[in-house]
């Protein structure tokens, strides 16, 4: 297995890198109790400078799972960049303390910095608009153990695809698929940013940029849906009109193929109505368990550890 | 339109400074202005612009008595007239050529203009680019990875 120091992004990531790490997570979903102690003596620092429920505890839950221990904090208020440290500065303070760290920040570019300055290896744990490797890791391990492929694949991005960290990570990613067809499903003032367009373009891969999905919904294989936020829009009343064509409800899956899935990287607001909990296709909290398997998967290849 | 040619320019020769060749139609009076050239400038200045060159194709020349380019100049001017020719003018004569070329990458002369770019933050990097297109020029951050490009590139240079 090849280990890798930083995960700041799936764009540099091969098919190979990424099929490892789903194996590994394969394999500690199977068999939990032969990593119990795989990162005894280890420690991982959570740095998030914005809040976090999923990605933090899922980070905790990993690292106590595998044997490791977790210091960190939560908030860059209580911290001391509210004091004006800089994030060079707080992580090669952070090599001194621990093993590893990931790092959660509303700045962009930070994984340049963690490979200037960090020692240790270190995981995005969400960076500013712009990345969310491993929430991409998860959503395409949960793809693959669904249809036990991801080449050949119709899938749809719907929702935020502007703001949402997670959409570029996911779109990489997916570009490393053979022959996977992509929908992207958002109001024309959310689509994904020109600099995710066009390296989208220099990709072997299909994609289409649509607002509505009633006109391919029966046609795809995976759904994938993230939240509108209200504060993205100068004017409430276009929120509340795109809000309601941006919701899916049983309605909506009427037709879906038998093997459809539906995801979403969640907290879910009402984009999806709970209705819609108790069908077979909805696979978001099996989604954020998975979570949990792919990060202990990196923190064992990031640590080097067999 | 009436256009003069190169060879009946007449300008008095600079004995120590720089010639720029072959420079976009145009674009002189922004090359001046990369240059730090106004109207406090010491030295001779000569500028044309819309000339035939000998290819018959329009061009500008700004000829600057007394300067010499810093790195910094030149890869701004590459940016804003590519394929222009810097002419290093020594005793008279021109003692280097250099084809300005878009570079691969920008370092430093140019701001990413994403307040939440690492670069715009106090941290210790300082601003660099890929150049992913020339024609028309686009530059991506390599930290944020937003794109530069038209109105909001040109009012950098
Ligand atoms: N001493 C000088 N003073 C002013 N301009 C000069 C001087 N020497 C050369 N030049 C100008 O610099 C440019 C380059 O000169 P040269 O190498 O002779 O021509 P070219 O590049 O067209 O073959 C021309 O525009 C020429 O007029
Ligand atoms: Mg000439
Ligand atoms: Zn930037």
């Not at chain 1, 440290?85 to 090669?92: F, G, P, S």
């Not at chain 2, 300067?67 to 940016?79: A, F, G, N, R």
């Not at chain 2, 890929?130 to 794109?147: A, F, G, M, N, T």
Request: proline share 5%; aromatic share 8%.
């Amino acid at each position: 297995m090849k280990f890798t120091k930083f995960i700041f992004s799936t764009l540099n990531l091969s098919r190979e890198y990424l099929e490892s790490i789903f194996s590994l997570a394969s394999k500690i979903e199977q068999n939990p109790e032969n990593y119990l102690n795989k990162c005894n003596g280890k420690i991982l620092a959570i740095l998030f400078f914005e809040p976090s429920t999923r990605t933090m505890l899922s980070f905790e839950s990993a690292m106590l799972r595998l044997g490791g221990s977790i210091l960190g904090f939560a908030s860059g208020k209580t911290s001391s960049s509210a004091k004006g440290e800089t994030i060079a500065d707080t992580l090669r303070m952070i090599n001194g303390y621990a093993d590893i760290a990931v790092i959660r920040h509303y700045l962009e570019g930070v994984g340049e910095i963690a490979k200037k300055y960090s020692s240790i290896p270190v995981i995005s744990g969400g960076t500013g608009t712009q990345a969310h490797p491993t929430q991409a890791m998860l959503d395409l391990y949960t793809i693959k153990k669904a249809f036990g492929k991801i080449d050949g694949l119709k899938i749809a991005l719907m929702g935020d695809l502007k703001y949402g960290r997670t959409i570029p990570s996911l779109l990489y990613g997916l570009a490393k698929y053979d022959d996977v067809t992509l929908y992207l499903i958002s109001p024309k003032e959310l689509k994904i940013r020109s600099h995710v367009r066009q390296r989208l373009n220099g990709f072997n891969l299909k994609f289409y940029e649509i607002d509505d999905i009633s006109q391919i919904i029966d046609e795809l294989d995976v759904l994938y849906v993230t939240r509108i936020q209200k504060e993205r829009f100068p004017d409430q009343l276009d929120y509340e009109r795109l809000k309601s064509s941006y919701k899916i409800s049983p309605e909506t899956l009427n037709n879906v193929k038998d093997s459809f899935i539906l995801l979403h990287p969640l907290p879910r607001v009402d984009e999806i109505t709970p209705e819609v909990d108790s069908l077979p296709c909805a696979k978001y909290f099996e989604q954020a368990k998975n979570g949990v398997f792919v990060r202990m998967a990196l923190i064992l290849n990031l640590l080097g550890v067999e | 339109m009436e256009t003069v040619e190169e060879k009946k320019l007449i300008v008095t020769k600079i004995k120590e400074g720089t010639v720029i060749d072959r420079i976009p139609p145009g674009k002189a009076l922004k090359v001046l202005h990369v240059l730090g050239i106004n109207d406090n400038y010491p030295y001779t200045v000569a500028l044309a612009m819309r000339v035939k060159s000998k290819k018959m194709q329009l061009k500008d020349i700004v000829k600057i008595k007394g300067k010499m380019l810093t790195s910094e100049e030149s890869q701004k001017l590459s940016l804003i007239a590519p394929n222009a020719v810097v002419n290093i003018i020594n005793d008279y004569k021109v003692e280097k050529k250099i084809v300005l070329e878009i570079p691969e990458q920008v370092s430093e002369i140019i701001k990413c203009l994403n307040p939440n770019c690492v670069t715009n933050n106090r941290e210790p990097v300082f601003p660099s680019f890929s150049v992913i297109s020339k024609e028309p020029l686009i530059l991506q951050c390599k930290y944020c990875d937003r794109l530069l490009e038209g109105q909001n590139l040109s009012e950098q240079l």
